[in-house]
């Protein structure tokens, strides 16, 4: 059986940043993934600059580029849409087949192709993986459905926070850098994106609360026919000459005060441990986050909790647009 100080599960942008930070201060560390890199992956996509800053990295580091976005926040008020512009504010898109693949690379750290199974801690305070690894720190970093996760903490995730999302990625080169949010359209208990990305290409999705989705009377297929046709009639999108993909789903956990990220040299980090942001349900930066919160307590630098991870991705960006709302909700009472 292999021995290697930490393992950790999953080789996206959580598992790759926690091996860079470990690897750069001398760790003894190993990936396992059930895929090979480079490998598709769903996602909107969106960084900031905080993100670049996490990773100590200059746009012009990233050698696919970093699409600059401008941000519209579109917000129903009664019968008139509000849209609201951001301004002085970094907003970027990556494709996560490039952004992944460059971040493992990156990390300097060796990744096999192993799709975890078994997971025992023995005696002496190591664990095993399917009797063929074993270590004493143990990552898990394999997304909603990782084994770590699964196995030894299953109830930190609430279902009260779980999001359903149905999205697309795909050639579009005619599309401006304009990225679109749409928060409670149409009475969807969530929001819906448009957002460009380098070379041409777009995503499109919509992420609803699950448990709210399903008392709404709509379900996410329904509201996903309602954003095509909102962007095709706000001319962003020809969905009826364009042939496009068909969209795909997958569910993941908003941040929740409670729930356990860390047990007796046990960790989860990103989706695993359902750190998504509470406002844009966005996965990256938090992932990115709790990452090297958890190479820094490895090394004896830090202490890894739920609630030292940010747990909103517009923050004072979106406070100005709600206030914005109720300005001009105050100004139609009052007219």
Known sequence: MRYVETIIVGGGPAGSSCAWKLKKSGKNVLILDKACF????????WITSKVLDDLGIRKSDYPYGLLDLDVQIHIPLIKRGISYFPSKWDNYSIRRVEFDAWLLDRSGAECIKHQVKKIVKNDNGLFAIDNEYSCKYLVGAGGTACPVARQYFSKSRLMKNQLTTLEMEFEYP???NTS???????????????VPKNDGFVNIGVGAISRFLNKSGKNIHDHWSLLLDDLHNLNLFDNKTVEYPKERGHSYYLNSFGGEVNIENCYVIGDAAGLATMDLGEGIGPAIESALMVAGEIIGEGNYQRCNVSRYSLQGILKKAISGVHRLR???TFK
Do not use: I, M, V
Not at 180 to 194: D, E, I, M, Q, V
């Open 38 to 45: 480079p490998r598709p992956k769903l996602c909107a996509g």
């Open 174 to 176: 005619q599309r401006d």
């Open 180 to 194: 679109h949010l749409f928060f409670c359209n149409h009475g969807l208990p969530g929001y819906s994106w448009f």
């Open 330 to 332: 105050n100004e139609t």
